[in-house]
């Protein structure tokens, strides 16, 4: 069994601790997407305004504790909407970063910082980017919530353990051994044998973005690095979590 793991590039994942809120004036500052009540904490990654509105948090994926967390921090508090565009879901939700005042970073950076939250490997902006992993990096420094427990960041040598997170968002570290293309696909390789062992599968169109990150692939043979992305089993090559 095999799965493939989207790549989180080095560049994102070496912002020092202690720089979240250096960067809260310049992380996350998309588009305004309007303004609205909380009345209602649906999920951990979920809340709805009093026009009705139901708003999905960008750029995290929600722990166990984020609905808990979220609640205290913005239950029954007005808000600002940001992000690229206020296109609706097939479910009618919007997807924004959701801010309490303009000189505060997004809540999504609050509860990454409390460790109810990870950062999704997706979030095109570098500068957002930067902002929600230096949260994260604070939480695992301090360890707080999820990372009160080193079972958070799986060992890329036991493929066994990384299987148990088949759909969901799972981080991972580990020695590149050998990074291989194979028609419009690049495997980053965390072992030898390709039938079983952990490696990160990159799609061509996911390219463009590891290249404007600076990260060349082959560089990072013989590295030891951090990857995230979703878990998934597949026959024949072997690949942990896929490229989305």
Same mark, same amino acid.
């Given at each position: 069994m095999?799965?493939?793991?989207?790549?989180?590039v080095?560049s &994102?994942l070496?912002?020092?601790?202690?720089?979240?809120?250096?960067?809260?004036?310049?992380?996350?500052?998309? /588009?305004? !997407?309007?303004?609205?009540?909380?009345?209602?904490?649906?999920?951990?990654?979920?809340?709805?305004?009093?026009?009705?509105? /139901?708003?999905r948090?960008?750029g995290? /994926?929600?722990?166990? @504790?984020?609905?808990a967390?979220?609640?205290?921090?913005?239950?029954?508090r007005?808000?600002?909407?940001?992000?690229n565009?206020?296109? *609706?879901?097939?479910?009618?939700? !919007?997807t924004a970063?959701?801010?309490?005042? @303009? @000189?505060? +970073?997004?809540? !999504?950076?609050?509860?990454?910082?409390?460790?109810?939250?990870?950062?999704?490997?997706?979030?095109?902006?570098?500068?957002?980017?930067? &902002?929600?992993?230096?949260?994260?990096a604070?939480?695992?420094?301090?360890k707080?919530?999820?990372?009160? @427990? *080193?079972?958070v960041?799986?060992?890329?040598?036991?493929p /066994?353990?990384?299987?148990a997170?088949?759909?969901?968002?799972? %981080?991972?570290?580990?020695?590149?051994?050998? %990074?291989? !293309?194979a028609?419009?696909?690049?495997?980053?390789n965390?072992?030898?044998?390709?039938?079983?062992?952990?490696?990160?599968?990159? $799609?061509?169109?996911?390219? *463009?973005?590891?290249? $404007?990150?600076?990260v060349?692939?082959?560089s &990072?043979?013989?590295?030891r690095?951090?990857?995230?992305?979703?878990?998934?089993?597949? *026959?024949g090559?072997?690949? +942990?979590?896929a490229?989305?």
């Amino acid at each position: 069994m095999t799965k493939a793991i989207s790549l989180i590039v080095a560049s &994102l994942l070496s912002v020092p601790l202690g720089i979240a809120a250096t960067l809260a004036h310049a992380g996350c500052a998309f /588009e305004p !997407q309007g303004e609205g009540h909380v009345v209602e904490i649906v999920d951990g990654k979920t809340l709805r305004l009093s026009d009705g509105r /139901e708003i999905r948090l960008a750029g995290i /994926e929600p722990a166990a @504790s984020s609905r808990a967390a979220l609640s205290t921090i913005i239950a029954g508090r007005d808000v600002t909407l940001r992000g690229n565009d206020d296109v *609706p879901d097939r479910y009618g939700r !919007q997807t924004a970063f959701v801010f309490l005042s @303009s @000189s505060d +970073p997004p809540i !999504q950076a609050q509860l990454l910082a409390e460790g109810a939250a990870l950062v999704l490997p997706e979030i095109a902006d570098k500068s957002c980017s930067a &902002l929600l992993l230096a949260a994260e990096a604070e939480a695992r420094g301090a360890k707080r919530g999820i990372w009160n @427990s *080193p079972s958070v960041i799986k060992n890329a040598e036991i493929p /066994e353990d990384i299987l148990a997170g088949i759909g969901r968002l799972t %981080v991972v570290e580990g020695k590149v051994l050998s %990074v291989r !293309q194979a028609g419009t696909t690049t495997y980053v390789n965390f072992g030898r044998n390709f039938t079983r062992d952990f490696a990160v599968t990159i $799609s061509r169109r996911m390219m *463009p973005a590891v290249e $404007s990150a600076g990260v060349t692939l082959k560089s &990072l043979e013989n590295r030891r690095i951090r990857v995230r992305g979703w878990v998934e089993a597949r *026959p024949g090559y072997a690949e +942990p979590c896929a490229a989305r």
